[in-house]
């Protein structure tokens, strides 16, 4: 359950903002139906919680399944948080749309329709993250909801398919789909940068930042990794400081537009998405307390954490391996083997949320989650093979140089 929970939540975010994106209420729909399945989730892990302590030795231990239960609903509840500004039509402006179309991987919604190239057919068979860049993350069956999505999983007629990944796979998704065109926003180049354009460059700041650092924390979690607890720590401190900057460029932007005749009420979207971006980041830095404050840790963290979809793996970097002097871009590995770079850590400090432009060097250490069996594959691209000890999980690499 925990598990589950973990990668809906996870879900919702990404549903959240692209509602946003694509002004789609389906996707805003979609953030409230798995908020009735989270809540569901959260009440029974709850009360499992507190029927599994026998002795008072065992308090703390599942304290701390619980710290991570509490802080798994309220990055939810921001999810839900942001979907509503879709739905109460609280007002979005353009400059966002187009800025969030600039991310490095986006989450799409479409309908499989009758006799298109996506229907009755394996996911295995479509090769999707190869065809468009694009993999399936869910499926809405009717009121069902399919998160252990697989190859083996056939799509029917009328599924609800929730995608991630490369934006510019988006247009011939929709082909094979069967589906409208569509053509991401563009940019208004002759507009001058203004007091909205500052604060809508420091929410899309926001955004990333905060969903690498609950990546982060989970990975800080997994590893017990004192030093990335650490930098979640700064990030989420770095979160409040924006959070602040970004109300004062909104609060200049409304009185331009009040003394330009402009109603300001179409800038509210805006401090809301601050305020769940800002949450998000707050549950990071509570997860993370565990591992800063030495929290005793129960097992069943880590066990479930490592039966998620996306698994958090950490691989260095070895001289004269593929990933040696390359582009993230180049390597693809959000193809093969499916593996989101969370970030890099490169001697002292951390890149979150790296572009495809930054450049690999040996002794960078890769921050990456994606699917357990491609472990082995992002490994052997930095140069390792790995080994995984059943009972502990440890993992150690070896040279293949």
Sequence with gaps: ????????????????????????????????????????????????????????????????????????EQIANAAVDISKIVLHHLGIPRALIVDLAQAAEVSHRLVVAEGSHLANRPLRDMELPVAVGMRVV??????HWLTDVGGDSITEPGDVLFMRGDPAGIVRLRELAAMERWNPPEPDEAQVLSDLDRAVDTLVEMKNLSEAAIGLAYSALVLADLSLAREVRSMQVRLDGMKVSMQTWVL???????????????????????????????????????????????????????????VVVQVPVAPGSQADDSTLGSLGLAVDPGYHVLAIRRAASYIYNPLRTVRLWV???????????????LAAICGYSMDIDDETGHIEFTSIG
């Design 252 to 310: 200049r932007a409304a009185a331009e537009a009040d003394a330009a005749g402009t109603d300001p009420a179409g800038l509210r979207g805006l401090l809301h998405v601050a305020e769940a971006a800002e949450d998000i980041g707050d549950q990071a830095r509570n997860i993370t307390s565990l591992v800063l404050e030495d929290e005793d840790i129960h097992p069943v963290l880590a066990l479930a954490l490592g039966d998620t979809d996306d």
């Design 1 to 72: 359950m925990l598990s589950e929970a973990k990668d809906a939540s996870e879900l919702m975010v990404d549903l959240a903002y692209a509602a946003l994106y694509f002004d789609d209420e389906g996707m805003a729909d979609a953030v409230l139906s798995l908020e009735e399945d989270m809540s569901a989730l959260v009440h029974e892990m709850r009360s499992l919680a507190m029927l599994a302590v026998r002795h008072p030795r065992e308090v703390d231990g599942m304290s701390s399944v619980l710290q991570v239960v509490s802080s798994i």
């Design 363 to 377: 002794g960078d250490e890769l921050i990456a989650s994606g699917p357990e069996e491609g472990r082995d594959r």
């Design 138 to 143: 869910a499926i809405q069956r009717g009121r």
